[in-house]
C-alpha cells in the first residue's frame, strides 16, 4: 500500500509510533479530559490500533503515543476489553504480586516488579459514561501500569535506585535510544523487542 491511497479517515486511525524511554512526554502528568468529543474516541481508536500492532501489547496509555491526554487502553485475553478516560485505580487489600513487568515504549527491557494483587479503575469510558473494573493478576498489574504513565511514572520507578541505574544505562546502550519514537510494526522495533516474544507488556 503507498501513502497517496491512504485517506484522511485511515490515517486518523492509524497505529501510532511508540514514545520511548527518553521521550520527556513519558514523563509528563497527564491532562484529565473534560470534553467528551470525536476526538477522545479517535484518541481511543488509535491508541487499540497501536497496541494491538504489537502481538505481545496488553495496555497503552495516551502519553505512549505522544498525546497527553489521561487516557489508557488494556485487553489482557482475559475477557476485558476496556478504555479508561480520567482513571484512578484503588488497591483492594494488601496481597502482593510478583512477576516480570515490561513496557513498549522501554522495548526488550523487563523486571521483576512487585505490584497490588488486586485493585479497582474508576473513571469515565470514551462518551463520558462512569466506568468501573476490578481486576487481579494481570489485569490489576495492567491498571497499575498504565495509570502510573499517565502520572509520568515508569515501572522503573519501583526499584531500587541502582537497579533503576543498571537498567538506564542497558537502554543508553541500545540501538533506539536517542529515538524519540518507533513505528511499532518495523523490523527496528521489533528487534528493539527482542527474544522475549511471549511476555505481555504494557
Ligand atoms: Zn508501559
Given at each position: 500500500m503507498?501513502?497517496?491511497?491512504t485517506t484522511p479517515e485511515e490515517a486518523a486511525h492509524a497505529c501510532q509510533p511508540?514514545?520511548?524511554?527518553?521521550?520527556?512526554?513519558?514523563?509528563?502528568?497527564?491532562?484529565?479530559?473534560?470534553?467528551?468529543?470525536?476526538?477522545?474516541?479517535?484518541?481511543?481508536d488509535q491508541?487499540?490500533e497501536t497496541?494491538?500492532a504489537?502481538?505481545?501489547?496488553?495496555?497503552?496509555?495516551?502519553?505512549?503515543i505522544?498525546?497527553?491526554?489521561?487516557?489508557?487502553?488494556?485487553?489482557?485475553?482475559?475477557?476485558?476489553?476496556?478504555?479508561?478516560?480520567?482513571?484512578?485505580?484503588?488497591?483492594?487489600?494488601?496481597?502482593?504480586?510478583?512477576?516480570?513487568?515490561?513496557?513498549?515504549?522501554?522495548?526488550?527491557?523487563?523486571?521483576?516488579?512487585?505490584?497490588?494483587?488486586?485493585?479497582?479503575?474508576?473513571?469515565?469510558?470514551?462518551?463520558?459514561?462512569?466506568?468501573?473494573?476490578?481486576?487481579?493478576?494481570?489485569?490489576?498489574?495492567?491498571?497499575?501500569?498504565?495509570?502510573?504513565?499517565?502520572?509520568?511514572?515508569?515501572?522503573?520507578?519501583?526499584?531500587?535506585?541502582?537497579?533503576?541505574?543498571?537498567?538506564?544505562?542497558?537502554?543508553?546502550?541500545?540501538?533506539?535510544?536517542?529515538?524519540?519514537?518507533?513505528d511499532?510494526l518495523?523490523?527496528?522495533?521489533?528487534?528493539?523487542?527482542?527474544?522475549?516474544?511471549?511476555?505481555?507488556?504494557?
Amino acid at each position: 500500500m503507498t501513502d497517496d491511497a491512504t485517506t484522511p479517515e485511515e490515517a486518523a486511525h492509524a497505529c501510532q509510533p511508540v514514545t520511548l524511554w527518553g521521550n520527556p512526554v513519558l514523563r509528563k502528568r497527564c491532562t484529565p479530559v473534560t470534553v467528551f468529543d470525536a476526538e477522545v474516541q479517535r484518541l481511543v481508536d488509535q491508541l487499540f490500533e497501536t497496541m494491538y500492532a504489537i502481538p505481545t501489547g496488553v495496555g497503552l496509555a495516551a502519553n505512549q503515543i505522544g498525546r497527553t491526554e489521561r487516557v489508557f487502553v488494556v485487553d489482557c485475553r482475559d475477557g476485558l476489553v476496556a478504555a479508561v478516560v480520567n482513571p484512578t485505580v484503588t488497591v483492594l487489600d494488601a496481597d502482593l504480586q510478583e512477576g516480570g513487568e515490561g513496557c513498549l515504549s522501554l522495548p526488550g527491557m523487563g523486571l521483576p516488579t512487585t505490584r497490588a494483587m488486586r485493585c479497582r479503575v474508576t473513571g469515565q469510558d470514551a462518551k463520558g459514561n462512569e466506568i468501573a473494573y476490578e481486576g487481579e493478576g494481570l489485569r490489576a498489574r495492567a491498571f497499575q501500569h498504565e495509570t502510573d504513565h499517565l502520572n509520568g511514572r515508569l515501572y522503573i520507578d519501583l526499584h531500587p535506585t541502582k537497579v533503576r541505574k543498571r537498567l538506564e544505562d542497558e537502554m543508553r546502550a541500545e540501538e533506539w535510544f536517542g529515538l524519540p519514537h518507533l513505528d511499532p510494526l518495523s523490523e527496528e522495533y521489533r528487534r528493539a523487542q527482542g527474544e522475549d516474544e511471549d511476555e505481555p507488556v504494557e
